[in-house]
C-alpha cells in the first residue's frame, strides 16, 4: 500500500516552536493532517509537507529500553560517559559531546534543531551545516497508537515514542552511538543510543529550567554521506519496540 510522509513546522517569530511527522496510508492522511494542526499552542507560521514515498524500509524491533535515575545531574553525565564509551566511543571524545551539549552545540552558542555529526576518531564536528544540524526524519512506527500506549503504560512518555524512533533510525543508518537531551527546561531525561547498549533513559541529564538541549551522532567519517542521505531520505517503519 502506498505511503506518504507527512510534516509539520511551527515558527513563532522567526524561533521553531513545534514538530511531528507521521508515514501514514493514504486513507488516514486528513486525520494526520488535523492531528498535526492541533499540535503548536502558539505559532504565527505552519509548514505542512505531505509526500508520496516511493519506498520504504522495515525495521521488527526497536533498540531495547531501559531507564535509570541518578541523584545528580553529574552522576547522570558520568553515567551517559560510561555507556558511550561502553558503545565503543573514546572517552574524550564522549567529554567533547556532553561538553558541547551543555553549553549549546550551535556555532552562536544556543541550540540547534538538528544534530551535530561528531567524527568517533578525532572529534571533529562533520555536519554539512553547524546551524542546521542534521535532522533524522521519515521514520515512524508500523502502529503508532499502539506503540504509544504501551510505552506509556511501562512508564516512559510520548517524548520516548519519537526519541526511540529517531535512535533506532540512527542505528540502522549506522550512528555507533548517540547522546541527547531536550532544550525544553522541564524536560530533563535524556538518554544515550547504541547498538551495543540499546536505548537507555537518563534522568537528570540537565537540570531542570536549563533550556539548552541537543543531540550528537557519532560516526565514522568515511560513512559521512552516506549516514546524512540515510537519515534524511530514506523511510523506515518500526513495527514494535520490545
Ligand atoms: C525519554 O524520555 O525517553 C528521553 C526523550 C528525550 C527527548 C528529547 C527531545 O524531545 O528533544
Known amino acids: 500500500m502506498p505511503l506518504l510522509s507527512v510534516r509539520m513546522r511551527a515558527s513563532l517569530e522567526g524561533r521553531h516552536v513545534s514538530g511531528a511527522e507521521r508515514i501514514v496510508t493514504e486513507g488516514k492522511l486528513q486525520d494526520t493532517v488535523l492531528e498535526l494542526l492541533k499540535r503548536p499552542r502558539r505559532f504565527?507560521?505552519?509548514v505542512l509537507t505531505v509526500e508520496r514515498l516511493v519506498s520504504v524500509d522495515r525495521l521488527e524491533t526497536s533498540l531495547p529500553v531501559t531507564s535509570k535515575t541518578l541523584k545528580s545531574v553529574k552522576e547522570a553525565r558520568d553515567l551517559a560517559l560510561d555507556l558511550l564509551v561502553r558503545s565503543?566511543?573514546?572517552?574524550?571524545?564522549g567529554l567533547k559531546a556532553i561538553d558541547l551539549l551543555s553549553k549549546g552545540p550551535s556555532p552562536s552558542g544556543g541550540v540547534m534543531r538538528g544534530a551535530v555529526v561528531m567524527d568517533v576518531e578525532s572529534g571533529e564536528r562533520l555536519e554539512p551545516d553547524m546551524y542546521r544540524g542534521v535532522r533524522t526524519v521519515r521514520v515512524d512506527w508500523e502502529?503508532?497508537?499502539?506503540?504509544?500506549?504501551?510505552?506509556v503504560r511501562a512508564g516512559y512518555?510520548?517524548?520516548t515514542l519519537d526519541a526511540l524512533a529517531i535512535a533506532t533510525k540512527n542505528a540502522y543508518c549506522g550512528a555507533l552511538a548517540e547522546i541527547c537531551w531536550s532544550d525544553d527546561p522541564d524536560y530533563v531525561t535524556g538518554y544515550?543510543?547504541?547498538p551495543q547498549i540499546g536505548y537507555v533513559r537518563i534522568t537528570p541529564l540537565k537540570e531542570r529550567g536549563d533550556p539548552?538541549?541537543?543531540?550528537v551522532y557519532f560516526i565514522?567519517?568515511?560513512?559521512l554521506e552516506g549516514f546524512v542521505e540515510c537519515v534524511e531520505r530514506r523511510a523506515l517503519i518500526?513495527?514494535?519496540?520490545r
Open 238 to 241: 518500526i513495527k514494535s519496540w
Open 220 to 223: 565514522r567519517r568515511e560513512d
Open 143 to 151: 502502529d503508532r497508537d499502539r506503540v504509544r500506549e504501551e510505552i
Open 44 to 46: 504565527d507560521n505552519i
Open 212 to 215: 539548552i538541549g541537543g543531540r
Open 88 to 93: 565503543g566511543i573514546p572517552r574524550e571524545i
Open 157 to 159: 512518555t510520548e517524548r
Open 192 to 194: 544515550v543510543a547504541s
